[in-house]
């Protein structure tokens, strides 16, 4: 009988139907599950945890629906980063202040998944700058969220990694690749970190079919790929040499 990782690989039709078979115990888990696995729809389906539910409608860009669900939620580390997510993908203008705040709450809680959030969050903010200021600020900023992967001694998170190539980019294209294939290999289908791996090895239509399966919002890759699309070398027209003296 097929498991529910291998269904959820497959589609909604088969995920559900893996899921109606299992014990109730293990039902628990299929949202969180299905979120991993980028199906936002089938975790809002399945699971009734507020925390849950508006991170798979930020997946699918719903900024407002995942606002409700964090109606009375406590001021608390994760909230926080929720709340900070829909800030900056509607490009909120207290989207740096919301980041920041939540990176305060996950320090001061010892929340190491939530901090490693935080600073995804806040280096995102940083690489809006799009200029090297902006790009040393942004490492920076997912220097903290590697510090909670060494003192843990897990692997680093693929989304840390994938926004810490499009940093690095500019500064050393060798490593940002070396950077981008790690957070590749370890990405789940689907995920930003799959999304922003690829624009960053400069791979858009895969990028773009991850992005599909997933059902991730343009909110959460389109800066990225506007940070790629800059960096390339202005397009020459045939026959010429490419400088100020064509025109």
Request: charged content about 20%; glycine content about 8%.
């Amino acid at each position: 009988m097929m498991d529910l990782t291998a269904a959820l690989t497959l589609g909604d039709s088969e995920a559900r139907a893996a899921l109606a078979i299992l014990p109730p115990g293990d039902r628990t888990h299929a949202g969180a599950h299905a979120l991993r696995l980028g199906r936002p729809h089938l975790t809002l389906d399945w699971s009734a945890e507020p925390l849950l539910r508006a991170a798979a409608y930020l997946r699918l860009g719903s900024t407002g629906a995942a606002r409700q669900e964090l109606r009375g939620q406590p001021d608390t580390a994760r909230p926080a980063v929720l709340h900070a997510r829909a800030a900056r993908l509607d490009r909120a203008p207290d989207a740096a202040a919301l980041a920041a705040h939540a990176a305060r709450l996950a320090r001061a809680e010892g929340d190491g998944n939530a901090l490693i959030a935080a600073a995804i969050l806040n280096a995102e903010q940083d690489l809006s700058g799009a200029d090297r200021a902006a790009h040393f600020a942004a490492l920076r900023s997912l220097a903290e969220g590697l510090k909670v992967a060494e003192l843990t001694g897990q692997p680093a998170d693929p989304h840390l990694l994938a926004v810490l190539a499009h940093a690095q980019r500019p500064l050393n294209a060798r490593k940002a690749a070396a950077t981008a294939a790690k957070a590749l290999d370890r990405g789940e289908p689907g995920s930003p970190a799959r999304v922003l791996a690829l624009l960053a090895l400069d791979r858009p239509d895969e990028a773009h079919a991850q992005a599909q399966r997933g059902s991730l919002a343009a909110a959460w890759w389109e800066p990225f790929a506007g940070l790629v699309s800059a960096a390339r070398p202005p397009a020459t027209t045939p026959g010429t040499d490419g400088t100020a003296a064509d025109g």
